[in-house]
């Protein structure tokens, strides 16, 4: 993905890119999908479960936010996250995730093509693992894997996806 507008705007670059990835999925029904006690259903928002890297034990936490549409509002609320929990060296210092909240990972040493993590069929979320940035002929391209059950979207639905996250992620 071209991530020039977003790496070079103001606003620090995971949580925006937290904030996009969500704010797209959450006009995506197929990204909402769950299934509760046998029936089929839609949540009505996403939030992101993200994590968190601990340098000095090399490990990680899990964090999220309460997503909010208003970039600015939803960026306060994951400073305060970060700033209250993100040293606790525990997988869940905040607690576990509400079930409505998407696996989003990013890994900037990483660089791929392709990425891939077996959650089981069960497992109806999109997953959404982003990498290490490269920079070249003025433009910084971030590689994104999205994990999808298709169960719940197929391509059609990830297509809409990152036409989406293109477009959120240049008018930053």
Same mark, same amino acid.
């Given at each position: 993905?071209?991530?020039?507008a977003?790496?070079? &705007?103001?606003?620090?670059? @995971?949580?925006?890119?937290?904030?996009?990835?969500?704010?797209? @999925?959450?006009?995506?029904s197929?990204?909402?999908?769950?299934?509760?006690? &046998?029936?089929?259903?839609?949540?009505?928002?996403?939030?992101?479960?993200?994590?968190?890297?601990?340098?000095d034990?090399?490990?990680?936490?899990?964090?999220?936010?309460?997503?909010?549409?208003?970039?600015?509002?939803?960026?306060?609320?994951?400073? %305060?996250?970060?700033e209250?929990? &993100?040293?606790q060296?525990?997988?869940?210092?905040?607690?576990?995730?509400?079930?409505?909240?998407?696996?989003?990972?990013?890994?900037?040493?990483?660089?791929?093509t %392709?990425?891939?993590?077996?959650?089981?069929?069960?497992?109806?979320?999109?997953?959404?693992?982003? &990498?290490?940035?490269?920079?070249?002929?003025?433009?910084?391209?971030?590689?994104?894997?999205?994990? %999808?059950?298709?169960?719940?979207?197929?391509?059609?639905?990830?297509?809409?996806?990152?036409?989406?996250?293109?477009?959120?992620?240049?008018?930053?």
């Amino acid at each position: 993905m071209n991530v020039t507008a977003l790496e070079q &705007g103001p606003a620090p670059f @995971a949580p925006a890119l937290i904030h996009a990835i969500c704010r797209v @999925a959450n006009r995506l029904s197929a990204l909402r999908v769950t299934e509760q006690a &046998g029936e089929v259903g839609y949540w009505e928002e996403i939030w992101p479960a993200y994590t968190v890297f601990h340098p000095d034990s090399e490990t990680f936490s899990v964090l999220w936010t309460e997503y909010h549409p208003d970039f600015e509002m939803f960026l306060e609320r994951y400073r %305060a996250d970060v700033e209250q929990y &993100g040293d606790q060296p525990v997988l869940f210092p905040k607690g576990p995730s509400p079930a409505h909240a998407r696996n989003i990972a990013i890994a900037p040493w990483l660089d791929f093509t %392709a990425f891939n993590l077996d959650y089981g069929r069960e497992y109806l979320m999109p997953v959404f693992t982003a &990498g290490h940035c490269r920079v070249g002929d003025g433009r910084v391209l971030l590689p994104l894997a999205m994990q %999808a059950n298709h169960a719940a979207c197929d391509g059609w639905h990830v297509t809409q996806f990152f036409a989406g996250l293109g477009e959120e992620t240049t008018r930053k």
